[in-house]
């Protein structure tokens, strides 16, 4: 899902930007910004992405029996 053509546009993931803090982005075209609003100049960099953890299985649910034979 890294290189999907559909990635919402994000300056925390752009070419141009690297991170300061938790919330700022250094873009090289515009300076100190928010990272949450890109800029016509964006440019995908999946390697810059960091994709959501996935969710873990819920075992809790399932009974002995359930992997028994």
Do not use: Q, W
């Amino acid at each position: 899902m890294l290189f999907r053509r559909d990635i919402e546009p994000s300056c925390s993931y752009c070419e141009h930007g690297s991170r300061v803090s938790e919330t700022e982005i250094r873009c090289a075209r515009r300076g100190l910004v928010n990272g949450d609003r890109p800029c016509k100049s964006f440019r995908y960099d999946p390697l810059k992405r960091v994709p959501p953890r996935p969710v873990s299985p819920r075992f809790g649910k399932f009974k002995e029996s359930d992997f028994s034979l």
